[in-house]
C-alpha cells in the first residue's frame, strides 16, 4: 500500500527566504510523485511530478523536487519565497501502476505562509 | 476554456435533500475522479472511472452514486443528505497511458471544487 506524510502542517518563511516542504512516502512499488498547490477557495493545479529519469524536477513558479529513493523523500523547494506562494501544498503518490484509474493518495497538506 | 468544470461550486442544503453534482472534462481524457476534502483539508479519493466503467469506488456510503454517461461526464448523486457529508467534492481527469503492457498513469486535472453545506 501507498501512504504520504508531510512533516509539519504549517511552515512560515520570510518574502525572499528559502521555502522546503517536505514529504515521505511509502510505497510497495517504484513511485509516482507529485506536488499540488491550493490557493483559498480554488481547485488543486499542478506544480510538479516525477516518474521516472531525472530525479531532480523542476516545475511551476520556479518550485522544484528531489526525489530520493533511499531517504524515500520527495522535498519541495524553492529558493526565494514570494508572498504569492502563500497556499497550501499537498504531496501525492500514485494508487496503484499498471492499473487504470488509479487514485492518488494525498498527504495532509502543508500550510506556507510568507510574511513581508 | 475550463479544462475541468463543476456545477454548483457552491450548494447550501437542508438534512435528507438528494442533491447531484455534475463534472464535465474538455481534456479528451478516459479516466475521471471524485474526491472529498474534509474540513481539515484531508483528500480522499471516493470513485474512479475509465472508460465510463467504475474502477475504485471506496467505502462510500451507498447514498452516494456516480455516473458517467461518457467519458466526459462524471456527475455524483447524493441522497438522503447528513451534516459530515459537508465537505468540498473534487472532480478530476487523467489520461491512461500505455507501454510495453504498462498501464502509466498520467497527471490529474482537478475542477475548482464543489462547496457543499449540509445543515
Known amino acids: 500500500a501507498q501512504s504520504v506524510t508531510q512533516l509539519g502542517s504549517h511552515v512560515s518563511v520570510s518574502e525572499g527566504a528559502l521555502v522546503l516542504l517536505r514529504c515521505n512516502y511509502s510505497?510497495?512499488?517504484?513511485?509516482?510523485l507529485f506536488w499540488y498547490v491550493q490557493y483559498p477557495n480554488q481547485g488543486l493545479q499542478l506544480l510538479l511530478k516525477?516518474?521516472?529519469?531525472?530525479?531532480l524536477v523542476k516545475g511551476i513558479n520556479g518550485f522544484e523536487a528531489e526525489f530520493k529513493k533511499s531517504e524515500t523523500s520527495f522535498h519541495l523547494t524553492k529558493p526565494s519565497a514570494h508572498m504569492s506562494d502563500a497556499a497550501e501544498y499537498f504531496c501525492a503518490v500514485s494508487g496503484h501502476l499498471n492499473q487504470a484509474g488509479t487514485a492518488l493518495i494525498f498527504g495532509k497538506g502543508t500550510t506556507l505562509s510568507v510574511s513581508s | 476554456d475550463t479544462a475541468v468544470s463543476q456545477t454548483p461550486k457552491y450548494l447550501v442544503t437542508q438534512m435528507g435533500n438528494d442533491k447531484s453534482i455534475k463534472c464535465e472534462q474538455n481534456l479528451g481524457h478516459d479516466t475521471m475522479y471524485w474526491y472529498k476534502q474534509d474540513s481539515k483539508k484531508f483528500l480522499k479519493i471516493m470513485f474512479s472511472y475509465n472508460n465510463k466503467e467504475l474502477i475504485i469506488n471506496e467505502t462510500v456510503p451507498n447514498r452516494f452514486s456516480p455516473k458517467s454517461p461518457d467519458k466526459a461526464h462524471l456527475n455524483l448523486h447524493i441522497n438522503s443528505l447528513e451534516l459530515g457529508d459537508s465537505a468540498v467534492y473534487f472532480c478530476?481527469?487523467?489520461?491512461?497511458?500505455?507501454?510495453?503492457?504498462?498501464?502509466?498513469?498520467?497527471?490529474?486535472?482537478f475542477g475548482p471544487g464543489t462547496r457543499l453545506l449540509v445543515l
Open positions: 478530476a481527469s487523467s489520461q491512461e497511458s500505455k507501454a510495453l503492457r504498462q498501464i502509466y498513469q498520467e497527471t490529474q486535472y
Open positions: 516525477y516518474t521516472t529519469g531525472a530525479t
Open positions: 510505497s510497495s512499488v517504484p513511485p509516482y
